[in-house]
């Protein structure tokens, strides 16, 4: 592993030497997927030149080729968030599908009337939504943690909610909409005590520094490849095999089964009980090769690459009038959420302007609507970074924000007092 050379490891991204107009493109939404490298997007053109078929059931030999990268994909996901097990990983569409899994499968099998969740105010709508489905399937009941104003756990009120109603709390290591990095290890410390199980929607952490669940000891843990360097429609659930044993299955199909008769089925042990039907070969494929790419750059290099960038980013951001950065928490993740207040620019207008100098950055409430409301925006601009991100690309998207500022400030100031009629 070498420190981090951002020059050489944006020449492995195709797509970023692309121009929009006359202009570079400047990615800043890696928050919400990430680009691929090469090494990512040639394993999965290689996988469909001369491996695909489908896995588990054929006797020829592309089939138990496929069958092979799958699993290979599969261990070097256990190695990668130090899962004790492969079979602990299952595959599933991404952290909304893991997610889901949990609380379809093990919520409504396990939660009574009067039973609790704990979420916390800074979910993404699939650490909520899912959870709601089964309160109502079950008559559970939903807890939030609150924030305070820099967008930080209030640990204090987390104490005070768990109970021995607790059955799970189900947090993100980090929040996309403003970076906060939570105290995972502790909530789980605390959770367990209680005597509640955990999950953790990792989705905002996996490409950013390292994750090993067992020393976490996280019950249920969830991410995407998309969000790792690697393709869409592939993610992960990590769970504890004696969890994950003891539940009953996702979906019904293929593959899933031990024996199938009209009178009753039982079912694969792990992790085939839940993966029914074909999955997403070719996605397992390049999330495998994501994941080796990401180890070759060591992951104990990203953080404080970001952390750099992050660190200039803000002070150029925290110089421009106007301009109120959401979420100002003691550790967080380069992600920078922001409101134009004076004059005010709507976030989908500063969002419009940015793409016009080819700078990709997401507006609107990231899927975090109860925290935009706790933080009483309609939405923010964010702005989210990653390790093929330079010190250009912050100074032309500082630049620019600067540029839409002064013109508002000029139209506004331009604006000709009505004439008092008499
Ligand atoms: N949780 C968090 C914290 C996220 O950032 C996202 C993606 N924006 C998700 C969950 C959902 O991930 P996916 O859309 O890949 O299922």
């Known amino acids: 592993p070498m420190p981090i050379d951002s020059n050489a490891i944006r020449e492995q991204f195709p797509i970023l030497s692309q121009t929009v107009g006359a202009c570079p493109l400047v990615f800043l939404d890696s928050a919400a997927s990430t680009q691929q490298p090469t090494a990512v997007i040639d394993a999965v053109a290689g996988y469909h030149r001369s491996q695909h078929a489908n896995i588990h ?18 261990a070097t996901v256990a190695r990668f968030i130090n899962a004790a097990e492969p079979a602990e990983c299952l595959f599933t569409r991404g952290t909304t599908e893991s997610i889901n899994l949990v609380a379809a499968a093990w919520g409504r099998a396990t939660l009574q009337p009067g039973d609790e969740i704990i979420l916390s105010t800074l979910e993404h709508h699939s650490n909520i939504v899912p959870w709601q489905l089964a309160a109502q399937a079950t008559g559970a009941r939903i807890k939030v943690i609150p924030i305070n104003d820099a967008g930080e756990l209030d640990l204090d009120a987390y104490r005070r909610l768990l109970s021995s109603r607790t059955r799970l709390v189900a947090v993100n290591h980090v929040s996309n909409a403003l970076g906060t990095i939570n105290p995972v290890r502790e909530i789980i410390v605390e959770a367990h005590a209680a005597g509640a199980l955990t999950l953790i929607d990792g989705a905002q952490w996996v490409a950013h520094g390292r994750t090993d669940v067992q020393a976490l000891d996280a019950d249920f843990y969830a991410f995407s490849g998309h969000k790792l360097f690697g393709p869409t429609g592939i ?17 019904g199909g293929g593959d899933m089964i031990e024996q199938v008769r009209f009178e009753g089925s039982t079912y694969a042990g792990l992790p ?12 397992a494929v390049g999330l495998g090769a994501a994941i080796r ?33 959401k979420g100002t928490a003691a550790r967080k993740s380069a992600v920078l959420s922001f409101v134009l207040t004076d004059p005010p620019v709507s976030t989908l207008d500063v969002g419009t302007q ?25 939405a923010t601009a964010r ?10 690309d912050i100074e032309r998207f500082a630049d620019a924000l600067s540029e839409i500022v002064e013109r508002a400030q000029t139209a506004a100031s331009a604006v000709v007092e009505p004439t008092p009629t008499t």
């Open 354 to 378: 940015l793409d016009l100098r080819g700078i990709c950055i997401r507006t609107g409430h990231h899927c975090c609507q109860p925290l935009m409301e706790r933080l009483g925006v309609a």
């Open 235 to 251: 993610g992960v659930l990590y769970g504890k095999r004696h969890l994950l044993e003891a539940m009953p299955p996702y979906q």
């Open 272 to 283: 085939n009980r839940f993966e029914a039907g074909t999955p997403n070969i070719a996605g």
């Open 383 to 392: 702005a989210s970074l990653a390790l093929y991100n330079n010190r250009d």
């Open 293 to 325: 790419w990401i180890e070759a750059i060591g992951l104990e290099w990203i953080g404080p690459y970001e952390q750099g960038l992050l660190a200039h980013a803000s002070e150029r951001l925290r110089a421009i009038p106007g301009l109120v950065l």
């Open 57 to 74: 059931r054929a006797v020829y030999q592309l089939s138990q080729g496929a069958t092979r990268d799958y699993e290979e994909a599969r």
